[in-house]
């Protein structure tokens, strides 16, 4: 031990499998539990009025008696250069890039203007309990920079690349293939694997990429390994309808990437709507994972997404908010519109299958599992507190729940930012 | 004057027609606009420079200079007996109604309980903005009761009614066609008119009425003029599919109510989805109205309503939250999922006409325009004070907002209970 120990008291929650597979036995619950951290990591967890008697008597506690600790969520797509473009109005995806989104990244070129939005969006995620994400920066290097620098002040688990863009955009977000291939190379050298920070080759999409450069993407991603790569697949209907034109020679959307040698295990793909079960097959295959983004697919009219297709087929899912095309930095928010999504599928997301989604699940579609997303020994001590009585709503449902997953139903549909009580990174309160 | 003015300052915004029709002249915006109050009811709305001169020296002012005032939401559609199992998992409609909502309703038989509900139910509505609501409660007359007297204590202008139900439920909750029809007479007489109390009967909707019962719920409707009638109408394919079998003689659902005399001005059916042209155009020329319940559409996976098709025919049309089968209290969050069902549907609701639909539009749905819906002189006044500085994210993205529609658009995607700043209802702050 290097420090004395920390252990934290509450009603523990946590994922050992898909509750869509095992069932009840997916869960971890100790009403009255005790997580015991060392040096950031987690030792044990048991019942507290086990473990209390057996610590060191110079153990630190932290008593969060009344309130649920889960593991830090996980969100599996967001763009940090989006955040002030949140909640901007009347388009679907295509236009919506060009009218907002380039514009709004445009000034990423200012590494002033970067730094300070990198700085927002970290303690955004964090203020919404999310400790781990998985993001897009900007065409522009210092943007990574930017947003690795502001993670690592805090000490976060994060995942974020340059976008490679060199067609079908503004010039000034344009990069050219041996320009992103060499910037993005440097990048994955001074970012990947420092601290807890790792790098994602990030082609923003088929579209806005010459065949040049993705296939130097695709090999960015194999001459580096244990490096991710994120993109976008099948969100919207015109927008797979554009691929088919520019890439005729394929299959389907998802068979460009493929033909790229852009899947692969920690190959992340958002939205993933408009695809057949081949495109599903070969994400199994490949050890691909996809990023269901609720919140964006409803506020872009983009569509629905099929988890349960996914499931079945055995394809990683983790969940994103895709802001800013998505409206809410706050996975529970999140998690209520997945729930209404499937609905509209005839499909069914339960409470706990929907939080082991946005935590242990997010972490299996990033392959960081054997790092994060529960609290088995080993694993880093990255989570949230939850306070079942945020509001005057949520306090007198909560009252009126009688079972566990009543209550993580009625936080994921109820609740917002306000029900963080506090979210702690490496075993610290942020 | 009865007694001194009460001037309010602020930010005024309240709209004057259908945006959807009139364009920016529907819009009366004041940046630092004074609302003149003398009674319960507004004198006058102007500049604050040329105002502020010419009031009475004893005149109350109330500041609230950097918020937005609007007129008070309306909320078309909501179940009070409901309020404690909003959130509830898993169900479409009719299973829905089984499993929570009968159980949920047999507890009003005791008028403890119904009152202590109300009493929260009419906190919560002002704690979200809404001075008015078309609200459903039980079968028992109790129920009415104590739903106005919540309302009444609070000086809401609230419309109410009890449920009609002899089949297809639980005997607990049946009443019968007869003792349905004497209990909402003695309830017109003793609420309708009462205050600012209006009665609506409320047969639950054509499934639950014996062909008797819902005679008898058009003769009520026709024997006291001015009373509303409120329903539901094709929320659920299930439901209409079960409606076409137990009224094989009707053209369609809506059909049903038009032959037992249930169409017509102040009535009002919730969700309206599975309708023809037919039936939207019987409602234009009976004037009955429609009441959009996003959240809910959502959440029980019902399906998407056609806004523009309803504007086209000319349609009377006002928001509902549908708490419980809806999710939130909040107009605002009910906004931000109109706007969603919308764009699955391709089809855009501005910002301006979604605050029309929750204040004015609501009013006018309601026939209630003579007295509320906007800041016209001789109107009560009931109006929200809207903080553009709820939360880090709302306040980082209001700082960015360039125009009026873009502000109130950030208030409607990001907003919730907390941007509530202080509800007033005839003037007071409550």
Redesign the interface.
């Given at each position: 031990m290097t420090t004395p120990l920390h252990a934290v008291r509450g009603e523990l929650l946590h994922f050992t499998a898909d509750p869509a597979d095992a069932g009840a036995a997916a869960l971890a619950h100790l009403p009255d539990g005790l997580l015991v951290i060392d040096d950031g990591h987690i030792v044990e967890t048991g019942p507290a009025d086990t473990l209390l008697g057996k610590l060191p008597s110079d153990t630190r506690i932290t008593d969060y008696r009344g309130k649920l600790v889960l593991p830090g969520f996980v969100d599996t797509h967001i763009h940090y250069a989006q955040?002030?473009i949140?909640?901007?109005?009347?388009e679907?995806l295509l236009a919506w890039l060009e009218k907002y989104t380039f514009p709004a990244e445009r000034r990423f070129a200012d590494p002033a203007h970067a730094a300070e939005v990198a700085s927002?969006f970290c303690?955004?995620l964090l203020?919404n309990g999310t400790t781990t994400a998985l993001a897009f920066a900007t065409v522009h290097p210092a943007s990574v920079d930017a947003l690795f620098e502001a993670a690592q002040q805090r000490r976060m688990r994060l995942i974020a690349g340059k976008v490679l863009m060199d067609r079908n955009c503004p010039d000034f977000l344009a990069d050219t293939a041996q320009t992103g291939y060499a910037e993005s190379k440097a990048l994955i050298e001074r970012w990947h694997g420092r601290d807890r920070l790792l790098y994602a080759v990030t082609p923003r999409f088929a579209p806005t990429s010459t065949n040049e450069q993705m296939t130097l993407a695709g090999r960015l991603y194999a001459e580096h390994p244990g490096v991710y790569l994120q993109s976008h697949v099948a969100e919207n209907r015109a927008e797979v309808a554009w691929v088919a034109e520019l890439y005729p020679e394929a299959r389907s959307y998802l068979d460009v990437y493929e033909r790229y040698g852009q899947l692969g295990p920690r190959s992340v793909y958002a939205h993933c709507i408009w695809l057949d079960d081949t495109d599903r097959q070969r994400m199994v295959s490949s050890g691909a994972a996809m990023s269901f983004c609720p919140t964006s697919n409803?506020?872009?009219?983009s569509?629905l997404f099929d988890l349960d297709r996914a499931h079945e087929l055995g394809v990683r899912v983790g969940i994103g908010t895709d802001v800013g095309g998505g409206?809410?930095?706050s996975m529970l928010q999140t998690l209520?519109?997945a729930?209404?999504?499937l609905?509209?599928?005839?499909q069914?997301l339960?409470?706990e299958r929907a939080f082991y989604l946005a935590t242990l699940g997010g972490a299996r579609s990033l392959y960081l599992d054997d790092r994060i997303g529960n609290f088995e020994p080993g694993k880093e001590a990255d989570f949230v507190v939850l306070d079942p009585q945020a509001?005057?709503?949520i306090t007198?449902?909560m009252a009126?729940a009688d079972t566990l997953?009543?209550r993580l139903?009625?936080l994921m549909?109820?609740g917002?930012?306000?029900c963080v009580a506090r979210t702690h990174v490496l075993g610290e309160a942020v």
């Open positions: 955040t002030d949140i909640a901007s109005y009347g679907q927002f303690d955004e203020r409803l506020f872009l009219g569509g409206t809410s930095f209520n519109e729930y209404k999504v609905q509209l599928k005839g069914h339960s409470a509001t005057p709503l007198r449902r009126r997953s009543e139903f009625v549909m109820l917002d930012d306000r």
